[in-house]
């Protein structure tokens, strides 16, 4: 049995990455494939819990470090439980974030540099997408997509954050090509979802 094809999106939040996964999910069923759905942090039972600690605007005393280590902890698990399984059983799965996530959040926008990229190669055993599309977005704009009432924790970060954020999204879309597919997210919802299927086409091809 073929290896299944591992998806990742990415941008901050008001990028439209949830409105795009369910889009590209439609898109794979109706082409025949089976999809498994899943999203970072989360996608188990300990995921989960973990994902609430990192969310809560409770918890604002907590350092960047715990928070990486946090994400890399929730990763692990998710992707020994959910993500390497259900490739091994040839399924599509398409993940709502990733370690891509992870470097510019942390690396960037808490400027926790190299550490964050050790840790998540040690958390997933060098685990990677296939590909990978990346919705960028005006930080600004994005955040008045988000509107302010029932921000998490880390969408209350202050502008400058979020600066660094998308600048460390860029740096990664430089350093692979390959794999990083970047797309405006100003765009219309449908003309985002076409080149997303365009992109995809090869390596569908290559499952059959």
Known sequence: MKRGLFITLEGSDGSGKSTQLELLKDFLIKSGYNVVVTREPGGTAISEKIRELLLDKNNSEMTGVTEMLLYA?????????????????GDIVICDRFVDSSVAYQSYGRNLGEQVEIVNEFATLGFKPDVT?????????????????NRDRLESEQAEFFTEVARGYKELAKRYPDRIVEIDAGLSIEEIHGKICNKLQQKLFNLR
């Not at 990763?75 to 091994?88: D, G, N, T, W, Y």
């Open 73 to 89: 902890a929730a990763r692990s698990q998710h992707v020994f439980e959910v993500i390497k399984p259900a490739l091994e059983r």
């Open 133 to 149: 599309f990346l919705l960028m977005l005006n930080p600004e704009t994005a955040k008045t997509r988000i509107g302010t009432p």
